[in-house]
């Protein structure tokens, strides 16, 4: 917890808060990815859908 805090501490000296705060989500994507290859689970075409969701939402947020 505390290594999160510190990191994102560092990540908002270099990057406004509009843009770093979104992109928290892609903890979502990154938790499916290792349930899918670490622990060899199934993920449903619906949850990856929803990751691709995700990434898009930070894709347009990202955006100049």
Do not use: H
């Not at 979104?22 to 449903?44: D, F, N, Q, R």
């Amino acid at each position: 917890m505390a290594v999160f805090f510190f990191s994102f501490l560092i990540v908002l000296s270099w990057a406004d808060l509009s843009l770093v705060f979104p992109a928290k989500s892609l903890v979502y994507v990154m938790s499916t990815l290792g349930a899918k290859w670490i622990l060899k689970e199934t993920v449903s075409l619906q949850r990856w859908g929803g990751n691709f969701l995700v990434c898009l939402g930070v894709a347009l947020i990202s955006l100049p």
